[in-house]
């Protein structure tokens, strides 16, 4: 009689027999911890592990674009008071995420259906959060700002702790470059899904159309989650890691990727927060956000699975060092764009969107790699992907707390014609993005001994 395969095809260690959609055991993942086979992720496997991803992204676009619009244009909040109360939830966001790590490594440790119940309950504190911040009962500014920081915190406690619980279950299922990267590229394609969805039903359908969307989503997501690969076995940690939030620092691997990751991610960010002042002043072309910004995630979802192909061939480093050298070389040309230039915008929006598949499929999986040669495979997963979500985090605030002051001083104010204020904008939108994007790229090739992983 034939063993039973695991989720990568693997026959499971040891002779010994698996539970349906269990990954092989922790032994086999510290005497091997880059183990991998030839037959790919199954296609539904793949979708039940990677649809949380969808509602989480489907949520995370209106939080950080309608969001403030919401409160300061439809219910008449102050912007100073609304600026203090969403820099405040947000630092509280990331702050939080290294503790949620620790929560999630130990809840890993347990069976499957505790874990699973865990997730019901963060995603149903999510669900109620969102709902109660574009739907709040009370009125005038000073309630309507206590209303929506207690239920921005209610709803990102639920968000992060199932972002930082979905990356670590995707780390524990283990493999090498090419198993990680199919792994990562199912949570980050159905990730773009989620934000092509959240970036045209609001507009279409309204807000209350949304909110529902995004509960239903989110349980769905989570009855996929429990189909999904799992690997239950957990290896033991000592006393003292357990007790250790700064562990994954101690990695001198860790702590390069991690500057790779953070120079790369505000490289991204500052676009990312430009966009749209760049789309309105500098090119005056309002009517085409959302074909630009459709074609540019458009493009990433569509190439995630040509980027997963690379890695098979060329390794996870080379393929994020291609991604990279792609997105300079596609961007650059922007900060020569002025009004009327659509067309050309939108060829530099498809051919960055592209490179962005690179920025979504690899760093995750190299992290994968990283945990796996510190020994920390079955144990420690949750701890790393905690100071990887605060990154992510960090990435935005550095960008807009760079970036708009920098344009602020050099002469830009939105809705301004001043040439010399318009020029500003292209230099910080483009120019400085590609300078860091290089330098990122840099620090890659610098650190590649110690980052990649086959």
Known sequence: ?????????????????QRPGEAGSAATARSDPTHATSVPLATMAGLRYGALGLPLAFA???????LPNHYAAQLGVPLAGLGAVLLGTRALDALVDPWLGRVVDAGLARPRRQVLAAAAAAALLMAAGFAALF?????GADALLAWCAAALIVTCLGYSALGVLHQAWGARLGGGAAAQARITGWREGLALAGVLAASVLPGAAGIPAMVTACAGLLALAVWALGGAPYRAAAVSAPATDSADALLPWRGAAFRRLMAVFLLNGVA?????????????????????????????????ALSMPLWVRAVARIGLLRCWLVGMALAVAAFVSAAGLGAGDTGAFLAICIGSGIALGADLAVPGALLTGVIQRAGHAQAHEGRYAGWWACANKLNLALAAGLALPALQALGYTPGGTSPAGLAALALVYAAVPCVLKAGAAGLLWTFRHQLDIR
């Open 268 to 300: 991204s960010a500052i676009p990312a927060t430009l966009v749209i002042f760049f789309i309105r002043d500098r090119l005056q072309a309002p009517a085409w956000e959302p074909v630009f910004l459709g074609s540019y995630f458009a493009a990433a």
């Open 1 to 17: 009689m034939s063993l039973p395969r695991s989720a990568f095809g693997a026959p499971p260690p040891g002779g010994r027999r």
């Open 135 to 139: 739907f709040p009962p009370v009125a």
């Open 60 to 66: 995370a676009l209106p939080l950080y674009v309608l």
